[in-house]
């Protein structure tokens, strides 16, 4: 199994630009979740998915950060514009549902963000 | 919102010896699990013990977990360089919402 895919594995941009963070779960998982890292303030949650339909995007810090799930092997997270505040790794996690979402979780390799 | 929390938040020690990190929790949980970072990398399960689990193994991995103080411990036996990682504690904040990460332990294993 290839696990998570994510792309870019680094992206460097300037304030305003648009970004948008790519995803692949693992095949038949059907709970995907984005995270976010800083050294701050740890790993957040910011929005997950159950069956391709958005469960909980509270994590979301704006209006300028949104996620969509247009099938089951593919997700994005789009941040519009953009700010230096927002320089962190995005990570993408998928899950099977037999725990409902509350096993185990497979990690991708994270999309570094810096922007300037 | 935290939910987890490690201590300490840097441990150093040699290669062969044991160490023991900690997590604390807020919450009633149906679960706790461990994950382990390598420097630019992204988090790998190590192990899940639920809550009517007092202890669990795997390999050189040893989990405790005490609900009564809401607390759980990893342990690594006779650790080796490669073990130098952030490990990291999590839980669900409730019921069957998503795991809630803490800010982990930065282990360092010194050849």
């Known amino acids: 199994d290839a696990g998570v895919i994510q792309s870019p594995r680094h992206e460097v941009t300037e304030m305003g630009q648009e970004v948008t963070l790519r995803c692949k779960p693992i095949s038949g998982h059907d709970y995907l979740f984005w995270y976010r890292q800083t050294m701050m303030r740890g790993l957040e949650l910011l929005i997950y998915?159950?069956?391709?339909?958005?469960?909980?995007d509270s994590g979301m810090p704006e209006d300028r950060f949104s996620a969509k799930m247009p099938n089951a092997s593919f997700s994005t997270l789009k941040i519009q514009p953009s700010e230096p505040r927002d320089s962190a790794v995005y990570f993408c996690a998928s899950s099977s549902g037999h725990e409902k979402g509350t096993g185990e979780l497979f990690f991708g390799e994270g999309s570094r963000l810096t922007v300037l | 919102s935290q939910q987890g929390e490690e201590d300490p938040q840097a441990l150093s020690i040699q290669e062969g010896e044991n160490a023991t990190m900690n997590c604390s929790y807020k919450t009633s949980i149906n679960n706790l699990q461990w994950y382990r970072q390598n420097s630019g990398r992204g988090l790998v399960h190590l192990i899940l013990i639920r809550s009517n689990e007092r202890e669990k193994h795997s390999g050189r991995l040893r989990v405790t977990l005490d609900t009564s103080k809401k607390s759980s411990s990893l342990l690594i036996t006779a650790s080796r360089a490669a073990d130098t990682a952030s490990y990291f504690c999590?839980?669900?904040?409730?019921?069957?919402?998503?795991?809630?990460f803490g800010k982990g332990t930065r282990l360092s294993v010194i050849a």
């Open positions: 999590a839980t669900p904040l409730s019921g069957n919402t998503p795991l809630v």
């Open positions: 998915f159950n069956n391709n339909v958005p469960i909980d």
